[in-house]
Structure formats: C-alpha cells, structure tokens
C-alpha cells in the first residue's frame, strides 16, 4: 500500500477520473446486520480491521498505519495511550472522534507554555485527568441489550473502481444531508461559486487564543492557467487553500499545572484573593473582549464563511456564542467542532487542522481485500449476551405485609431538600449561607423554633440544639442574640444507641450529669466550652428575656458570664501563670547552685531499718531493695509497680536530703 502523502488530493479539487467513478461504501453508516458467509462486492468499505499486510492497533479499534513512522507516532498519541489506560482499568476503548470530544470537554487540557516539553507534561495530564474523569462517570452497559453496535468513526469512505478509496470527514458535510447523499454533495463541493468557499476556524484554551479566515476553494473562474511571468519564466502555482486573515493571542488565566480557569475554580470554592487570582480574573476577561472584538471586525467574513469550526470548552464556548449582539447564532447550522484531537491553540496548529480537513484519506485495497475487512470486522463483533432466564415471582402475600415507604409530593420533596441544606450548612458551619438560605426560606420552614422533622435522625429538636450539639460558636450566639431562638426548649429524649454514643464521646461540660430521660436544653447538649460559654454570655447580656438559670422549666444556665467576670478569669489565669514561671525560674536557680557533698542519711538508714524488721511480720511488696530473687515469681505488671515504687521513695529521699541541707 502506498503512503498517503503521495496522492494528497484536496477535498475541493478531486481529480475528475476519480470523481466519475466513486460510490459511497461505509459499513459504520449501514444498519447492523448479522454476519453472513459471503458478503457482496457493494458491501460497506475500508473500516478500521487490519489486514493481512497491514500494520493496525489492536487496542485503538483496530486502527491501520502505512509504515513505521506512522504507526510509531500513533503509540504516542494521546488517542492511544488514554484507551490504554481506559483498557487497563476494565473500560472499554473509544473512536478517535469521541476522544476528540472528551477532550474539547475537558476545561483547558492542554493548554501551558510554548516549549514542548512542557506541552508534553500538560498532555499527559490531561490524559490522566480524563481517566479519572471517565472511572467516575463510568456505568456498565445494558446487559439486555439485543444487539452488538459497530463503533462509529467520523470519517465517511468511498470507492473508485478497481482499487481506490479516499475518506472524507462527515462534519464537512451539511448536517441536514443524510449519509446516502454525502456523495451527491462531495460532487456539488467541487464547484467554487462566484466567491468561493470560505471557512471561519477558532481555538481557544488555557488563555491561548488562534483565530483565522480561509479560502478553502477559489472561485470558478480563478483556476490556476499555468501562464509564465513577463521574465518567461513559469508562474507559481496559486496554493490550494489561502488564509485570508489570522490573529493569535494569550492572556493569563490558568494557573501552572493546576489546570482549570479561576473562574471556574472561584465558582466551585470560595473566591480566592491572591493577586495571582486576581491577575488571571482579569485575563479571562480581557481574553472574552479580545475575541468578541475581533469577531466583530471579522463579522462580514464570518457571515460568507461556510463552515465555522471553534475548538472550545463548554464554559470557553460562551464567549463565541452566549452573549448579546453575538456574531454567531448559537443555533447556527454551520457551527462545527474539530473531529480530532487537537493541540494548544496556535497558528500552525489551525494550519495543520485545515490540512487534515481538507486533504482526504487515501487506501488501495482491493475489493477481495476489502471484502475480507468487512467479514473480519463483522466477527470481531461481541456476541450478543444471553437473555437471563426471568426470577421467579415472589410471594404476593410478602409483599402485602412488608411496609412500604410513601411516595412524597414536590412539596414534601422539596421541603426535605430545604430541611437538608440547613442541616448542612450548620454541621459545616457555614454561618454566612446559613443567614442568607435562613432570610430567604426561614418563613416556610417554621421559624427558628420549629422542630426539626423526625427522618432527618438528629439528637436536637430545633436547629439551635443542633447548633449547640455540633458545636458552632457563631451560629449559636446568631441564633440567640439575632433569631431570638428559645432555649428553654427541651430536647428530645435519646433513644438506647443514641445514649451509649453521646456518653463515648469526649465532653468538657461542667452541667450535672442527667439521670437517663431527664430534662435536657440546648445548654445540655453543648459538648464544648466555648459554645457553653455563648450561652452563659448572653444570658448575662439579656437576663430579661429567658429563665436562664431555671432548672425546671429553665434553660438550666448554671451561671451568666458577664464582661467583668470574664475579666477577672482572665487575670485570675495571668496571675497563675505568672506564679508557676517564678517557682519554675526559683527551682531552675537551685539546681545551678552546687551542693556539698553529704552522706544521705536515708541511705545509712536503709540497712538497719530492712535487719530490724523481723522476718515474720509484714514485708514491703517485692522484699528488700536490692533483692532481685523475691522478684523472681512476679508478673511483670507486679515488677513495673515495685519498680515504680522505688524510684518514688529515692525521689523522696532526695527531696528530704536537699530540704535538710
């Protein structure tokens, strides 16, 4: 098979032979039929299975190569090394075209600096983002489905008599012209018009922009005459495709090697207020004004142009499309994306993406070879699977006893999402939310006081015991100071798990312990200091408006906080501080002073005091010090408390010694 840079026909000058002669054969295109043993000439075309002769990829889809060099550069693609990946992880591989839009799909991918080394690292990144990004969004096909579907591929072939086959890509293609026309129209592609034929093509990511008007086919009357210049010299031949205007820039708008725009990332998080964050914010904006200006002084061109091909992310297509007084129609049949993948956005990058489309693939095959294609491809197909044999019934008088959940109205949908989100919010301690969602939809949830409804499973019984449970400080002292939430309020009684679980939690709650059903606050439920203290506080602040230090029927406050007595705490904790750092500085100096060396009268004492004690009395746990056989049967819990109580008793002597001294 010959390489395909030697017959480079262009798409909108196809030689007239050819043209004459072609028929539109495409297996992808025709309806799925079941393998036959011998299937006719006029059967689909070249698909993506291998031949004898030929060099493919066994992962990719059975994709086919003409040499080496081909083949080894597709082993580096990003197309073959994600359905690697996807491969490994039990996933299944997909077309070239599809990976095209998984990667337009993905925000700023590739995008990063000029050098390619770097490009390299920001490609493979992107690969392996996008895996993640399939793993997670992965779902097991239909197991009932009656079919196996051929993959698709995004390019449409036909077949010139007796070995000939040039595929073009379908999006070239009207998006109203069904597959049985496309050769129909290939043949109308031929004819330039009066103006010709133009092409608007865009590309944008990570800050990069590329922009550029084409003639992809002269008028009809501009044909290349082959004259010769005034010198007689022979004229250059007029190129094919002529790029009538181009522009390129870059803005600052995605961060090294994080990948994602800002605005993207201020719109999942909170707003980040670096000045690199504030530098790329105002890039992405500069970057919409740049482009929208520019598609605007290029309004009459894009209006002539036949096809408009953007390369851009969902949120990166906005800036061509969702705006008012746009230039292109968001609707507009023209609008087209790249069916394979494609790099960072420069102008040699729109340059090769207009020769890929513009130049048709080329095989010769013939039609025996092309016939075996067809039937290996047909058998290389997964069987359909088996229909699984039906359960059986279950037991209809079961299913009559066994209770079932109540199907719930949007309303009650709704209000459960409500009741949801507040509890979120104050477990998370998004105070701020919280005062925004609580102005918003406090009224229809029943006021602060209202109780929180029974399937959401939570030990309190309106959001301030819950606050106070979860331990927010600031929602607790809003609830209280802002909303005017009771606290008086007693909480729900805990159930069995509920109590053995509140009672392994670590609490540094000075309130009475309850007996088991006794009375509980908010203030009993607060299993922290700070938040015990917002209550202690404002009840000092509002003495007036609660029974605080009610028991009964009480907020069971045991005591207010006033500023004063937070005061005196405060002085009272300097002060101790203060003492232990003089006793600590007092000790440190007596430690440095030297000490005369004196016999230890504890030490004399020892001797006597173990030969006095009579052998029948009662002895000191362990024997003797020093005697190492009484510890002989011990357990060693026994001989670390032995051992424990000699060191105690040296450092007693110790002390006695320097205190007499």
Not at 59 to 77: K, M, N, P, W, Y
Not at 461 to 485: M, N, R, V
Not at 496 to 503: F, I, L, M, N, Y
Request: hydrophobic share 35%; net charge positive.
């Amino acid at each position: 098979m010959p390489p395909y840079d030697q017959y480079q026909y262009h798409l909108f000058s196809l030689p007239k032979d050819i043209l004459d002669t072609l028929v539109s054969r495409n297996i992808l295109n025709q309806a799925l039929v079941p393998p036959q043993p011998n299937v006719p000439n006029d059967s689909p075309a070249p698909s993506a299975q291998t031949t004898a002769g030929s060099r493919a990829c066994k992962i990719c889809l059975g994709a086919t190569f003409v040499d080496v060099e081909d083949q080894r550069a597709h082993f580096r693609s990003d197309w073959h090394r994600y359905n690697v990946k996807v491969r490994l992880n039990g996933g299944d591989p997909v077309p070239e075209a599809k990976f095209g839009q998984l990667i337009d799909g993905l925000e700023d991918s590739i995008s990063g600096s000029v050098s390619s080394s770097d490009a390299d690292t920001d490609d493979s990144d992107a690969v392996d983002v996008l895996v993640h990004k399939t793993r997670k969004l992965a779902r097991p096909s239909s197991p009932d489905s009656p079919v196996s579907i051929i993959p698709q591929t995004p390019l449409i072939w036909f077949h010139s008599p007796p070995s000939t086959q040039i595929g073009v890509y379908k999006a070239v293609f009207s998006s109203m012209t069904s597959p049985a026309s496309y050769l129909s129209e290939l043949r109308e592609l031929q004819s330039g018009g009066e103006q010709g034929r133009m092409w608007a093509m865009f590309m944008t990511a990570g800050g990069h922009f590329a922009g550029a008007i084409v003639r992809v086919r002269r008028p009809d009357g501009d044909d290349d005459d082959g004259g010769v210049t005034k010198k007689g010299k022979s004229k250059r031949p007029k190129p094919e495709i002529e790029v009538l205007k181009h522009k390129t820039f870059h803005r600052y708008t995605t961060r090294r090697k994080q990948g994602g725009s800002q605005g993207l990332n201020d719109n999942s998080r909170s707003k980040a207020i670096s000045a690199g964050a504030m530098l790329r914010r105002y890039g992405e904006q500069a970057l919409r004004e740049d482009i929208r200006n520019l598609l605007r002084d290029w309004a009459e061109e894009i209006h002539d142009s036949e096809r408009i091909w953007i390369r851009a992310s969902v949120s990166n297509r906005r800036i061509f499309l969702d705006y008012e007084d746009a230039i292109i129609e968001k609707g507009d049949e023209r609008l087209r994306t790249f069916p394979f993948p494609t790099r960072r956005p420069t102008q040699a990058e729109l340059i090769r993406c207009l020769n890929e489309l513009v130049r048709v693939k080329v095989s010769h095959l013939t039609e025996d070879a092309l016939r075996a294609q067809d039937e290996a491809l047909l058998a290389s197909l997964p069987k359909p699977k088996p229909v699984p044999a039906p359960s059986p019934q279950p037991d209809i008088t079961k299913q009559k006893d066994r209770p079932t959940a109540p199907l719930l109205t949007p309303e009650e949908e709704q209000l459960r999402d409500k009741w949801n989100r507040v509890l979120d919010m104050i477990r998370r301690g998004r105070s701020d939310a919280l005062k925004a969602f609580w102005e918003r939809e406090g009224p229809s949830l029943g006021g602060v006081d209202a109780l929180v409804p029974e399937w959401t499973n939570e030990k309190g019984g309106t959001i301030l015991q819950i606050a106070a449970h979860s331990g927010q400080e600031e929602i607790t002292k809003w609830l209280l100071e802002d909303q005017g939430a009771d606290p008086t309020l007693d909480a729900p009684a805990l159930r069995a798990g509920a109590a053995a679980e509140d009672s392994g939690v670590e609490s540094d709650t000075d309130a009475p312990r309850l007996p088991r059903g006794g009375r509980r606050t908010a203030y009993d439920l607060a299993r922290t200091k700070v938040v015990r203290d917002v209550f202690r506080r404002c009840a000092a602040a509002h003495p007036d408006w609660w029974d605080w230090l009610g028991t009964e029927r009480g907020a069971r406050v045991p005591s207010m906080l006033s500023a004063d007595m937070e005061d005196g705490r405060d002085g009272k904790k300097k002060a101790r501080r203060k003492g232990l750092k003089e006793k600590l500085k007092e000790r440190e100096a007596r430690e440095k002073e030297p000490a005369a060396p004196q016999p230890s009268p504890v030490a004399e004492e020892r001797p006597r005091k173990v030969q006095d004690e009579p052998i029948t009395g009662p002895r000191r746990l362990g024997g003797a010090p020093g005697s190492s056989e009484s510890m002989a049967g011990l357990t060693p819990e026994m001989r670390a408390k032995i051992e424990r109580e000699r060191r105690a008793r040296a450092a007693e002597a110790r002390l006695k010694a320097l205190h007499g001294s």
